[in-house]
Nanobody, 118 residues
Framework: VQLQAFGGGLVQPGESLRLSCAAS?????????LNWHRQAPGKQRELVAT???????NYTDSVKGRFTISRSNAKNTLFLQMNSLKPEDTAVYFC????????????WGQGTLVTVSS
């Protein structure tokens, strides 16, 4: 399975970006829990948002009300809509998919850089 993340870029505070992560090499994308993580310079990687197989979403407190995670199982794609971006959202964003059926199987994307600066 390969994950290709894209959609990052340079935006000003208050603007929006939409990240996408396309999965290839799997026919059971719908069985995965999907995550977005981020890693800011000099900081540890943190989990930003999760969406379950059933479509239930959870967010870290700092992005609640601003970010929306979604999935398209038909297109094998994960999304992260980011609104009202702040400088502290600047980071490399990684998509990550996990499946646990007896054993844990997970895959990571290569990361896409989001820079929020005036």
């Amino acid at each position: 399975v390969q994950l290709q993340a894209f959609g990052g870029g340079l935006v000003q505070p208050g603007e929006s970006l939409r990240l996408s992560c396309a999965a290839s090499g799997t026919s059971i994308f719908s069985l995965y829990t999907l995550n977005w993580h981020r890693q800011a310079p000099g900081k540890q990687r943190e989990l930003v948002a999760t969406i379950s197989r059933g479509g239930f979403a959870n967010y870290t407190d700092s992005v609640k009300g601003r970010f929306t995670i979604s999935r398209s199982n038909a297109k094998n794609t994960l999304f992260l809509q980011m609104n009202s971006l702040k400088p502290e959202d600047t980071a490399v964003y990684f998509c990550h998919i996990v499946r646990t059926l007896g054993t844990r199987v997970e895959y990571w994307g290569q990361g896409t850089l989001v820079t929020v600066s005036s």
